[in-house]
């Protein structure tokens, strides 16, 4: 990006390109008639889609020449921008905008309004499609385009998304007790080659470094801040249906992953029964394996599709079951009934992170000494583990081709008289 003012009159002087785009602004009274609101959206999500680039609103795109914005107009400028970035483009645009004061042809001092555009993390639509920019033009983005597009910021990348680094953020945005967890004997000592090397931080197309989504996702202490979904909702519902008026408990965990699968299973722990019977002495039945539960979480938690703006993981405890919502479908190459025998890793750099955590949930039958296991033995434990304890095998499933759905089922009260 452009950070010095003589730098950014000489890229005004040399008119648009891919990564600049210059606007002049119309105002009839206090509404803005210029450009259109649509027309703008559009331009600011090709850029989002292609390259981090700069808008500059008060320029002539034309003749260059910088027109400025009335002073007393700039508040109302920034509002309607602000709106365009979050009601009119999907998902929602996270970008930076500053007023700046800059001189015209004749030397007199005009206010302009510069628009930070990151390339971004998602795929962004904006009221007339999707976009993005060729030269100093947008074009639509015909089918293919498109699908590669979303292919290549999704799992599937060279990149993985994992490693991507996330716009708007910087190495002081990670936490030092958080990534130092992860040094051994053998990393290197300094800390910028540490974090490079453990992909926690990466350099952006402009050689900043900013954290990666596994760095806010392990290194943070607030991921959601900069991965508005980065949490678990959980939910734990009086009886067996979704209602809203029986509602016992309900949390939304956030913070490192490592304690998001610890504090998840600690609600489940919380909200669910432990049976006890004397026969001749006291035997106790949980509701549900803890073993089972964790693994489950871990899985929800490592595997999810963390590309799917919007959606997060959803935990559901009712009286005769647990329900585990995890955004993203499965491998194209598994099948729900080869989740048990084969092995696969949306988020490799998680995983391994994960890996290093020591583990930290009381599991009632869990030989780990650290929270991933890549031996690919989670799921057997989740179906073995629940069905022995219920008599019933859990069930997996998809919802609309973007979500795994784990459904364990809850151990019979044995004064049911099941």
Known sequence: MVEN??????????????????????????????????????????????ASGIIVL????????????????????????????????????????????????QGRERAIL?????????????PNGYFRRIGSSRREMKPDVLARLFQQRSQARLIRFDEQAVPGTS???????????????????????????????????????????????????????????????????????????????????????????????????????????????????????????FEAVVNAVAHRDYSIYGSKIRLHVFSDRLEIYSPGTIPNTMTLESLSERQSSRNELISSLLARCPMNVDARGSQRNFIMDKRGEGVPIIITESEALSGIKPEYSLIDDSELKLTIFAAPSPHSGD
């Open 5 to 50: 003012m003589s730098d950014l009159l000489k890229q005004i002087s040399l008119g648009e390109d891919s990564v600049l785009e210059l606007k002049n602004v119309e105002f009839k009274g206090d509404k803005i008639v210029g450009p259109h609101r649509d027309s703008m959206a559009d331009e600011l999500a090709a850029m989002a889609n292609t």
């Open 58 to 105: 008060g320029v002539d795109d034309k003749t260059r020449e910088i027109c400025g914005i009335p002073h007393e107009k700039l508040d109302l400028l920034e509002g309607w921008l602000r709106s365009l970035c979050n009601d009119a483009i999907e998902p929602p645009l996270d970008c930076v905008i500053r007023k700046l004061a800059v001189p015209d042809h």
């Open 114 to 126: 510069r628009i930070d555009v990151p390339r971004s993390l998602f795929v962004h639509k904006s």
């Open 171 to 293: 190495l002081a945005d990670l936490n030092p007790t958080l990534w130092k967890r992860f040094r051994t004997v053998i990393s290197p000592r300094e800390d910028h080659e540490f974090l490079e090397k453990m992909k926690l931080v990466a350099r952006d197309e402009d050689g900043v470094i900013k954290a990666t989504v596994s760095g806010i996702l392990m290194a943070c202490d607030a991921p959601e801040s900069f991965m508005s979904s980065a949490f678990i909702q959980a939910v734990c519902y009086q009886g067996v249906e979704r209602n809203g008026a029986f509602q016992l408990d309900t949390m939304d965990i956030s913070g490192p992953l490592d304690i998001q699968i610890r504090d998840a299973c600690k609600f489940v722990r919380r909200n669910s029964r432990v049976y006890a019977i004397k026969a001749p002495y006291r035997i106790e039945t949980p509701q549900f394996s803890m073993n089972a539960v």
